[in-house]
């Protein structure tokens, strides 16, 4: 019995110190704000799930829920393209660069200057990437 009680006690210890938080939903949304009527296409993918290709218009969304994988290796990355703008390339959610930054809710705009993301700790929009980037 006293190996059994060790094993459940190394358990707990594992558990306990590991952080109950990384299963939590996350919603990721890429905003069109081109202006002009502008629509924009987005397609966005992790290793495991493809969105597929989505048509944005001017002035709106496309979002997605998640959970945060427990290993903290979790991506997202999209693919976006409008009239002067071909293919460019960004990280939709990085655990390593958003788990703190955007906690539950990793929100992005897609304007003429670039593509900017929404700091959840400060409630700012922040220029992430510039079109030439």
């Known amino acids: 019995m006293h190996g059994a009680a ?4 190394l358990i707990l210890m594992v558990v306990s110190l590991s952080d109950p938080v990384v299963t939590e939903k996350v919603h990721a949304s890429v905003k069109n704000r081109l202006g002009s009527g ?14 597929g290709e989505q048509v944005v218009t001017d002035g ?5 829920d998640f959970s945060v994988n427990a290993w903290g290796t979790t991506l997202f ?4 393209e409008w009239e002067k703008v071909q ?9 390593e660069r958003d788990y ?12 003429e200057e ?20």
Do not use: P
């Open 100 to 111: 703190v930054r955007c906690e539950s809710q990793c929100a992005w705009l897609i304007s």
């Open 38 to 51: 502008r629509n924009m296409k987005v397609h966005c993918q992790s290793k495991d799930n493809d969105l």
């Open 77 to 80: 990355y999209c693919d976006t």
């Open 6 to 9: 060790s094993i459940v006690v």
């Open 60 to 64: 709106s969304e496309f979002g997605w």
């Open 114 to 133: 670039g593509i900017y993301a929404l700091n959840g700790i400060t409630g700012f929009w922040e220029f992430f990437y510039g079109w030439s980037d």
């Open 87 to 95: 293919g460019y390339h960004f990280d939709a959610y990085s655990f």
